[in-house]
């Protein structure tokens, strides 16, 4: 059994450590502000939640589960869309030209 639960723990390593590969890498890649701010909200939060899950699986697995990477995993997914959402607004009131224009409508009716 504790093989498995270490081959386990070593896939959810690398697949949050691929998933915060890739977050940073659109960080850094990609062209504008609103663009760059899913690098870190998307990917690299998936990426922490994976390394998180890891280390508490690793915890139980050892016989001594801690509650505190499942407060970190909860702290980091309920702040992590709040902050790109304020980030957002932030950057929308500093320049209301990246605004987008409203949808046209369909019937012709304005």
């Not at 504008?32 to 690793?58: C, E, I, N, Q």
Request: hydrophobic share 55%.
């Amino acid at each position: 059994m504790s093989a498995i639960v270490e081959y386990l723990v070593c896939a959810m390593l690398l697949l949050g450590g691929g998933f915060a590969l890739v977050g940073s890498w659109g960080m850094a890649k990609l062209g504008d502000f609103y663009m760059r701010l899913h690098g870190p909200t998307k990917a690299s939060t998936l990426g922490v939640g994976g390394v998180l899950l890891a280390a508490m699986l690793w915890q139980a697995m050892q016989g001594a589960p801690s509650l505190r990477e499942l407060l970190i995993t909860a702290f980091l997914f309920l702040t992590a869309p709040v902050s790109a959402h304020l980030l957002a607004k932030a950057a929308l009131a500093l320049d209301p030209s990246a605004r987008p224009d409203p949808p046209a409508p369909r019937d012709g009716k304005a």
